[in-house]
């Protein structure tokens, strides 16, 4: 493969060099000349599209490192009020601009005149944009993403006692891989009733969010936020349909062979019932697995394995270190989870997580170093609305990085009977996620659909959604209180509503990679490759084409790629 990491900040031919965008003062002028400048051919059309595309890369940069910093941070008010600025006073005041802008283009008489291969989608994004734009729900949207960051804030803070010692909870998560089961439950019990300190303010936020996402889609004319929300995340390929009949085939496919998966734990751990504290336990005489002692090796390993893989993979991820593009380790007051946040003028990204020496840990570190790896890839593409590729297939390019890279986890586990572990780990996640992906879309579907609903509703909706997925061997009995509250633990239903369905979605995808790659390595590569540099400049049933797949995710197509996971699992048994 011909790719190069040695990535280049993007130069400035309109703005100046020293140009910040610290205020609405500073960045005006520029959407005013834009407005105001005359377009006169296809040539100076498309120089206005390359400017304004310089203006929001410098825009959407700066807006970035805000963000990044304050979730690296919870705790640094001068970060919080800085990020709150951007929403608040800068972002409400560009989105008129851009409507007008978006408006404009399509006006012009030299439209017509652009290639439909190369602006196709582009051009369906703007339209998608004026369609779904209303200037009265700017300050909705200004308070929701306020709001929405409180969930960091209050899940940051969550700590735990154990022995003695303070452990943030993913920290502690690590007590529940101790072959000591009574100190496994007791961690697990900690960890709950930490989360349920906080369930009331979590679900007074989530009320205010859920009211603010209903008002701005009455307000932009859509029946329910369910309808707007599709729209405004251009689901063009895939409807509400789709989704529900991917929760049965979830339910059909996936939850016998997570019934397997339990049974054969308990087997193994030569229990009479499984509790929840047990699923990460390993049989007596069997240490749970460590696979690096703190961040630094973690990323050193990565690095490693992916130049196994491919040179240009760890070139990336070497270029992000030298740029102090990574924050890994976990802290108190960071914001909990795992993000690569692309970087429209730098090009390399930014990867943040939460490091605490566990397995996930490995497969978080690969995920994220996936999408890194796309937005390398993409960063060439001309204009920034070009590399604005679905988040469907976003999810293609880091699941598919975790199964790529399993054979070469021996930098991480040079014992082979620990490297077998590691990977039969990774397997049962890959199917073991699938219920709760359709868990959470389908609550998703739910809450839009009765936006007036109580809280006793919600309860008893999403206890109701959770039995409907839950396997038939973990013993949950006693833990009702906590199990009525799990939703909260998930971030997405918080911050970004309705993104979830995707990682359904993008795992088959990367089942059918792992496929191509096993048969095919050099070929499945070029393909990943391939489509990851068209960035957002195809469908995404084209996306996946070029990968060498097929959008599907009916019941038939789901059947035959959990029964490939299925049967290279049992390999591993």
């Known amino acids: 493969m011909q790719y190069s990491a040695n990535i280049q900040r993007l130069p400035r031919t309109y703005l100046p060099a020293d140009f910040i965008p610290i205020n609405r003062e500073v960045i005006e002028p520029y959407f005013k000349e834009l407005l105001k400048r005359p377009i006169e051919s296809k040539q100076s059309l498309e120089q206005w599209l390359k400017d304004q595309s310089e203006l929001e890369a410098a825009i959407s940069e700066d807006a970035c490192w805000r963000q990044i910093k304050m979730t690296c941070d919870t705790e640094n008010k001068k970060l919080e009020e800085d990020f709150n600025f951007f929403v608040m006073e800068i972002q409400p005041h560009i989105q008129p601009y851009a409507d007008e802008l978006n408006k404009k283009l399509l006006n012009s008489p030299f439209l017509a005149e652009l290639s439909e291969a190369k602006y196709f989608t582009f051009l369906r994004n703007i339209k998608k944009n004026i369609e779904i734009y209303r200037e009265e729900n700017i300050p909705l949207q200004a308070e929701s993403a306020v709001l929405q960051q409180q969930y960091g804030q209050i899940t940051g803070a969550m700590v735990v006692d154990i022995n003695g010692n303070e452990y943030t909870l993913q920290q502690a998560a690590k007590f529940l891989e101790n072959p000591d089961r ?25 009320d205010k969010l859920l009211s603010l996402r209903n008002q701005m889609a009455l307000q932009a004319d859509f029946d329910n936020y369910t309808s707007y929300r599709f729209k ?42 499984l509790r929840p504290w047990d699923l990460d336990a390993q049989p007596e005489g069997v240490q749970p697995l460590h696979p690096f002692s703190h961040a630094d090796e973690l990323l ?13 993979f760890s070139q990336c991820l070497q270029k992000m270190k030298d740029m102090k593009h990574l924050d890994l380790d976990n802290r108190k007051g960071k914001a909990p989870g795992g993000y690569n946040c692309p970087l429209a003028e730098s090009g390399a990204p930014f990867i943040f997580m939460n490091a605490a020496g566990q397995m996930q840990d490995v497969i978080t570190m690969v995920h994220e170093g996936g999408h890194a790896i796309h937005s390398f890839l993409s960063h060439p593409l001309e204009l920034s609305g ?27 586990f040079p014992n082979r009977d620990d490297l077998r572990r590691a990977k039969r780990y990774q397997l049962e996640r890959v199917i073991s996620i699938f219920p709760w992906i359709a868990t959470i879309d389908e609550f998703q579907h739910w809450l839009y659909s009765y936006p007036g609903h109580t809280l006793d509703e919600r309860t008893e909706a999403w206890k109701k959604i959770l039995l409907s997925y839950t396997d038939n061997i973990v013993d949950y009995s006693n833990l009702e209180q906590y199990r009525e509250n799990s939703w909260q633990r998930q971030l997405h239903l918080f911050e970004v509503p309705f993104y979830y369905i995707e990682y359904g979605i993008a795992q088959l995808g990367a089942i059918g990679m792992w496929m191509q790659y096993r048969n ?7 393909n990943y490759c391939n489509a990851l540099s068209l960035g957002g400049t195809k469908t995404l049933p084209a996306l996946f084409k070029a990968a060498g797949l097929e959008l599907d995710f009916s019941s038939n197509k789901i059947k035959q790629l959990i029964t490939f996971v299925k049967e290279e699992w049992e390999k591993l048994n």
């Open 182 to 206: 009574s100190l496994r439950e007791l961690v697990y019990n900690k960890i709950q009733l930490r989360r349920s300190v906080d369930k009331d303010k979590l679900n007074t936020l989530f």
């Open 232 to 273: 405004e995340l251009g689901r063009f390929d895939y409807t509400p349909k789709d989704c529900f009949n991917f929760h049965q085939a979830v339910k059909e496919h996936v939850l016998p062979l997570v019934d397997d998966i339990f049974s054969e734990k308990k087997k193994q751990l030569h229990f009479e019932t």
């Open 300 to 312: 050193d390993k990565t690095i490693q394995c992916f130049n196994r893989l491919d040179p240009f």
């Open 386 to 412: 070009f590399k604005d590729y679905p988040m469907e297939f976003a999810e293609v390019a880091s699941m598919s990085m975790e199964l790529f890279t399993m054979d070469h986890w021996d930098v991480f």
């Open 520 to 526: 095919n390595p050099k070929q499945a590569l070029e």
